[in-house]
């Protein structure tokens, strides 16, 4: 049974706009009220890194936005269509990776999890999908 279901990616001149999104199954999001979900990006050579983040605190729930794509990607969410979306916007050739859309339950996203190794803390991973920029 796929979990996380992820769509969109492909390639891109430098400067445009990608969008990617994600459907969690329903199984693991009304099994989960409190939860951390979102997207990481792995690069060949690379150690797998946090993009953007979206809980499930209050209604909105709350964002946590890497540095190095910060004011280009918006991440948001659709609780009733059970979706998780990445708008890339101005994209560069340092952001082609493989995206991996990754789901954490019990958790609300904290700054922590930005930084290395807190991919540990997501249980749920999606099968990736390639974004590639060119300049």
């Known amino acids: 049974q796929v979990q996380l279901e992820e769509s969109g990616g492909g390639s891109v001149q430098a400067g445009g706009s990608l969008r990617l999104s994600c459907l969690v199954s329903a199984y693991i999001f009304n099994a989960n009220r409190i939860y951390c979900t979102g997207w990481f990006r792995q690069a060949p050579g690379k150690e797998r890194e946090a993009v953007a983040l979206i809980d499930s605190y209050g209604r909105d729930g709350t964002t946590r936005i890497s540095e190095s794509v910060k004011g280009r990607f918006t991440i948001s969410k659709d609780n009733d269509k059970r979706t998780v979306n990445l708008e890339m916007t101005n994209l560069r050739p340092e952001d082609s990776a493989v995206y991996y859309c990754?789901?954490?339950?019990?958790?609300?996203?904290?700054?922590?999890?930005?930084?290395?190794?807190?991919?540990?803390?997501?249980?749920?991973w999606g099968q990736g999908t390639q974004v590639t920029v060119s300049s």
């Open positions: 990754t789901f954490g339950s019990g958790i609300y996203c904290l700054d922590r999890h930005l930084g290395s190794g807190a991919g540990a803390e997501f249980a749920y």
